[in-house]
């Protein structure tokens, strides 16, 4: 165990006495120090959104959130989604999507800039298309990012370059029609 206060590390790394040797993950406890913070008034859909979000981007990996709501008594939630990303593109889409779930994951060699020295880079990607739902979201390093960044910007340009190629190449465009732009895709990515 570890314990924490005001930032600093208190008593050191211990070992508790109840583990057992095939006690795996985590436990975190959090108690806001008034001494601290000013307004401990943090809303309980913080927390199970952020538990939520870490659920759908580490597959399999249980997150357990268990609120006081009274002395003793706890309201618990479950996050898990045991196929990550995928089971959440199928929970938000529903059963009425036109395709189904897509998975695709690669890994590569990459840098952030030109300086910087090159490291592994791991995308995965699910997504179906939905006359139903739109629906775009982005994680880079398990955290959602609620703007899209250089992911949103790569996800634009992989879609209109794959789909277009492909009615190209299959003679779909019709004469004298525009190419394919991303406002197309979208409107039924789910």
Same mark, same amino acid.
């Given at each position: 165990?570890?314990?924490?206060?005001?930032?600093? =590390?208190?008593?050191?790394?211990?070992?508790? *006495?109840? !583990?057992?040797?095939?006690?795996?993950?985590?436990?975190?406890?959090?108690?806001?120090? %008034?001494?601290?913070?000013?307004?401990? +008034?943090? *809303?309980?859909?913080?927390?199970? &959104?952020?538990?939520?979000?870490? /659920?759908?981007? =580490?597959?399999? $990996?249980?997150?357990?959130?268990? =609120?006081? $709501? +009274?002395? #003793?008594?706890?309201?618990?939630?479950?996050?898990?989604?045991?196929?990550?990303?995928?089971?959440?593109? @199928?929970?938000?889409?529903?059963?009425?999507?036109?395709?189904? $779930?897509?998975?695709?994951?690669?890994?590569?060699?990459?840098? &952030?800039?030109?300086?910087?020295?090159?490291? #592994?880079?791991?995308?995965?990607?699910?997504?179906?298309?939905?006359?139903? $739902? @739109?629906? %775009?979201?982005?994680?880079? =390093?398990?955290?959602? %990012?609620?703007?899209?960044?250089?992911? /949103?910007? !790569?996800? @634009?340009? /992989?879609?209109?370059? #794959?789909? &277009?190629?492909?009615?190209?190449?299959?003679?779909?465009? %019709?004469?004298?029609?525009?190419?394919?732009?991303?406002?197309?895709?979208?409107?039924?990515?789910?």
């Amino acid at each position: 165990t570890l314990h924490f206060e005001r930032g600093e =590390n208190v008593g050191g790394l211990k070992k508790e *006495p109840y !583990a057992k040797k095939k006690d795996t993950g985590s436990v975190i406890r959090w108690k806001p120090d %008034l001494k601290v913070f000013t307004d401990i +008034a943090v *809303p309980v859909e913080y927390y199970t &959104d952020t538990l939520r979000r870490q /659920a759908i981007v =580490n597959a399999g $990996v249980k997150f357990i959130f268990k =609120n006081e $709501v +009274a002395p #003793k008594k706890f309201e618990t939630t479950v996050f898990c989604y045991e196929n990550g990303i995928t089971d959440y593109v @199928k929970e938000i889409a529903g059963e009425q999507s036109l395709t189904a $779930v897509q998975y695709w994951e690669t890994e590569q060699r990459g840098r &952030d800039r030109k300086d910087k020295d090159e490291y #592994k880079v791991k995308l995965s990607v699910a997504f179906c298309f939905s006359n139903r $739902v @739109k629906f %775009l979201e982005y994680y880079h =390093n398990s955290s959602h %990012l609620e703007y899209g960044g250089s992911p /949103a910007k !790569a996800v @634009k340009q /992989a879609f209109v370059s #794959k789909i &277009d190629g492909y009615l190209k190449q299959t003679g779909k465009y %019709l004469k004298n029609e525009s190419k394919i732009t991303f406002q197309d895709v979208e409107d039924c990515l789910g």
